[in-house]
C-alpha cells in the first residue's frame, strides 16, 4: 500500500505546468526504483492470470505507452501493480518532438491534450534501459509483461514510414514480451495515414515478414530440451476516429497479416466532449474521461468483426473501476490506464484489477 495519499502528491504536482509535472515524476520514479522511496507509491499486484497472444498477463490492467517515453522507469511502474507495462513510443533517432507549451490539463473534464510528437532519446538509449530494469529477476508465478512501442522520425516522410518500423522492431525485438506498432498518434504529420487499407497493408506485410526473420534469429527453449523460433507477438494501435467502415478494413488486413491483437485506442482529435473549456482548442490529442465511450465504440466494433478470440486491449478514458469494467464488457480482454493515473494515482490500478477480476 502506498504510504503517501494520492491527493496531497496530485495537489502538489497540479500547481506546476503539464510536462514540468511529468518530467518531476518520471525523474522521481526513476530515482527511486529500486529503493525504499518506492514504497511512496507501490501497490499489490492483484493476481488474475489471463492467457493472450500467447502469453500470461498477471492481470488485466496495464499502463499504456506515453508515460514512460524513454523506458527509464519500468521497475518502478511495475510496484504500482500493472500485470503489464508498456513504454515508448521509441523512434530510430532521438528526436525532441513539438515546440513547447504541448501539454494542457482540461481538469473539468479530467482530460488531457498533448501533442508531444515522439519524443524520446531513441532506440540505443531505450533499450539500454529497458536491459537494466530488474523486472524478470523477480520470482512471481506470473512475472509482469513489457511491450515496447514503436513509431517513426518526423522527418522520415511518410512514404519511407516503414524503414523506420523495421529498423525500431529489429531493435527491440529480443527484449519484448511483445511489440505494438503505432500508427494513430495525431502529434506526427500524416502518421494516421497508415491505417488506411493500402499503406496498412503494406506495412503490416513488411512487418510480418520481418517478424519470422527475427523469429529464427532468438530461438528459445521449448521445454522438451530442444530450442524453437522465438515469435514475439505483435499489436497495432489505432485511433478512436474512425468509422465503422475503416475498422472493419482495418479488423480484416491485423487477420491477413497475422497480428497478434490491436490496442484500441490512441487519443481522439475530436473536441465534442470539452468545447468551451479552458485549453479545449489547443492541437493534439484528448485523452482522459471524453475518450471513454468513442474508444469503447471502436472495440466493440472491432469485437464484431474480429470474432471472439482476437485479443484486443482497451485504453481510452479509464478514470474509474468502472470505466475499466466497461471496456471489458465492450470486448476487451485486458485494458491500460495512462490518464486516470495522473487524475486518480497509482490506487487506481488495483481498484480496476480488483474490479475485473469480480466479473469472473
Sequence with gaps: MSLIP????????????????????????????????QWAWCHETVDDPIELAGLTFPNRVGLAAGLDKNARCIDALGAMGFGFVEVGTVTPKAQPGNAKPRMFRLPEARALINRLGFNNDGLDAFIHNVQQARFRTLHRKHPMLLGLNIGKNASTPIDSATSDYLTCLDGVYPHADYVTINISSPNTQNLRALQSDAALDALLGAIAERRETLAGQYPQNDGKGGTKARRVP?????????????????????????????IATNTTISREA????????????????????????????????????????????????????????????????????????????????RAIKAMG
Design 6 to 37: 494520492y491527493a496531497l502528491t496530485r495537489s502538489f504536482l497540479f500547481g506546476m505546468d503539464a510536462e514540468a509535472a511529468h518530467e518531476f515524476t518520471m525523474g522521481m520514479l526513476a530515482r527511486g526504483q529500486h529503493t525504499p522511496m
Design 234 to 262: 505483435i499489436f497495432v494501435k489505432i485511433a478512436p476516429d474512425l468509422d465503422e467502415a475503416q475498422v472493419s478494413v482495418i479488423a480484416a488486413t491485423l487477420q491477413r497479416h497475422g497480428m497478434d491483437g490491436v
Design 274 to 353: 470539452v468545447k468551451g473549456q479552458p485549453h479545449s482548442e489547443q492541437q493534439g490529442g484528448l485523452s482522459g474521461a471524453p475518450v471513454l465511450e468513442a474508444s469503447n465504440q471502436v472495440i466493440r466494433q472491432l469485437r464484431a468483426a474480429l470474432g471472439s478470440r482476437f485479443p484486443i486491449i482497451g485504453v481510452g478514458g479509464i478514470l474509474s473501476a468502472e470505466d475499466a469494467v466497461s471496456k471489458i464488457r465492450a470486448g476487451a480482454d485486458v485494458v491500460q490506464i495512462y490518464t486516470g493515473l495522473i487524475y486518480e494515482g497509482p490506487a487506481l490500478v488495483s481498484k480496476a484489477a
